[in-house]
């Protein structure tokens, strides 16, 4: 069985530990290993500023860096949570919020205070997910999830990270963060988007055997 080596761009160990659940879904039957490692890997390398203005740009220079860097195939992802009442924000800020990168609960703090006055019929929202895998040789691939829900009115459940405690998605009567990792993979924008690509990459992977 041919073995590759790829770099997902994060240190978020919980990003790391879900993109491997789904990836070790997608990929039985194709006759491939892919060994997904994290940034944790790398520590000299710094990370990388994202100045896109949109997910997919984000992705790209997220996953074209680390390639860069590393010398290794890279994966990486940027998503986050657009809010209609605020005219769909978060977005590519969702991460920072509150001030702070990857503070979670001062993020959750600051949306739920922003929509403490919108009713509950205008509480739409989604979340969406750019996935983007950049080869040694530059080339590149995308494919982009969502996830379609509303904003609760405070948090529930102790699974997931980021905005899940306060997101139900469309047709549900629990937060993301109530689901099991499974039943959260087969819907989330970040499954949607790994599942879309995965197949991709094998196939260009194949393709240099």
Same mark, same amino acid.
């Given at each position: 069985m041919?073995s590759?080596?790829?770099?997902?761009?994060?240190?978020?160990?919980?990003?790391?530990?879900e993109?491997?659940?789904?990836?070790?879904?997608v990929?039985p039957?194709?006759?491939?290993?892919?060994?997904?490692?994290?940034?944790?890997?790398?520590?000299?390398?710094?990370?990388?500023?994202?100045?896109?203005?949109?997910?997919?740009?984000n992705?790209?220079?997220?996953a074209?860096?680390?390639?860069?860097?590393?010398?290794?195939?890279?994966?990486?992802?940027?998503?986050?949570?657009?809010?209609?009442?605020?005219?769909?924000a978060?977005?590519?800020?969702?991460?920072?919020?509150?001030g702070?990168h990857?503070?979670?609960?001062?993020?959750?703090?600051?949306v739920?205070s922003q929509m403490?006055? @919108?009713?509950d /019929?205008?509480? &739409?929202?989604?979340?969406?997910?750019?996935?983007?895998?950049?080869?040694?040789? =530059? %080339?590149? *691939?995308?494919?982009?999830?969502?996830?379609?829900?509303? @904003?609760?009115? /405070?948090?529930? &459940?102790?699974?997931g990270?980021g905005?899940?405690?306060?997101?139900r998605p469309? =047709? %549900?009567? *629990?937060?993301?963060?109530?689901?099991?990792?499974?039943?959260?993979?087969?819907?989330?924008?970040?499954?949607?988007s790994?599942?879309?690509?995965?197949?991709r990459?094998?196939?260009?992977?194949?393709a240099?055997?």
């Amino acid at each position: 069985m041919t073995s590759h080596r790829l770099v997902l761009a994060t240190r978020n160990p919980g990003k790391i530990v879900e993109f491997r659940r789904i990836l070790s879904e997608v990929s039985p039957g194709l006759n491939m290993e892919i060994e997904l490692v994290g940034l944790d890997q790398f520590p000299v390398l710094e990370d990388v500023e994202e100045t896109g203005s949109t997910f997919l740009e984000n992705a790209l220079l997220k996953a074209r860096a680390v390639s860069e860097a590393t010398g290794l195939a890279a994966l990486a992802d940027d998503s986050g949570i657009c809010i209609d009442a605020l005219g769909g924000a978060p977005g590519i800020f969702s991460a920072r919020w509150a001030g702070e990168h990857g503070n979670d609960g001062a993020n959750v703090e600051k949306v739920l205070s922003q929509m403490a006055q @919108i009713p509950d /019929a205008q509480r &739409g929202a989604h979340f969406t997910c750019v996935t983007a895998f950049v080869a040694q040789d =530059g %080339s590149h *691939l995308s494919e982009e999830g969502r996830m379609i829900g509303s @904003i609760l009115r /405070a948090p529930i &459940g102790s699974n997931g990270f980021g905005y899940d405690p306060i997101f139900r998605p469309l =047709g %549900s009567e *629990l937060s993301t963060a109530q689901f099991e990792a499974a039943a959260k993979d087969a819907i989330s924008h970040r499954g949607q988007s790994l599942r879309a690509i995965a197949p991709r990459i094998t196939a260009f992977l194949g393709a240099l055997r």
